[in-house]
């Protein structure tokens, strides 16, 4: 699976569509914790409700880091942000260094 194949950036399209998509799922469970933990501070600041919201919010992070880090590149094939055991969420594939909007690039 390591050789590079040619196509044309629009047979990419719905591959790359899927890892952008995995992407925002990861980036948008990121960004939420701050008003997570912020909204429940001001309703109950106990312990338990904040280490149980933690938790719960962990979980969901790991989960959805794991999905978006074992998308495959429509181009080689491989792990779009796995090379080996380094997970970089990078815009570019890890192995044919495919750029994550090599669809949407016209010229």
């Known amino acids: 699976m390591n050789e590079t ?4 950036p629009d047979d990419f399209a ?4 899927i ?3 995995r ?6 469970l990121i960004a939420l914790y701050l008003p997570l933990m912020l909204s429940l501070l001001e ?3 106990s ?3 904040l280490a149980t ?3 719960l919010w962990f979980g969901a992070v790991f989960s959805v880091a794991l999905y978006a880090a074992v998308a495959h590149c429509p181009r080689c094939g491989n792990y779009f942000h796995m090379h080996g055991m380094t997970l970089l969420y990078l815009r570019k594939c890890l192995h044919c260094h495919l750029h994550l909007t090599a ?3 016209r010229g």
Do not use: E, S
């Open 103 to 105: 669809d949407k690039r």
């Open 19 to 21: 890892i952008r998509r």
């Open 47 to 49: 312990f338990n409700t």
């Open 14 to 17: 719905p591959g790359l569509k």
């Open 23 to 28: 992407r925002w799922y990861l980036w948008g």
């Open 43 to 45: 309703r109950d600041a």
């Open 53 to 55: 919201a933690f938790i």
């Open 5 to 8: 194949v040619t196509a044309a």
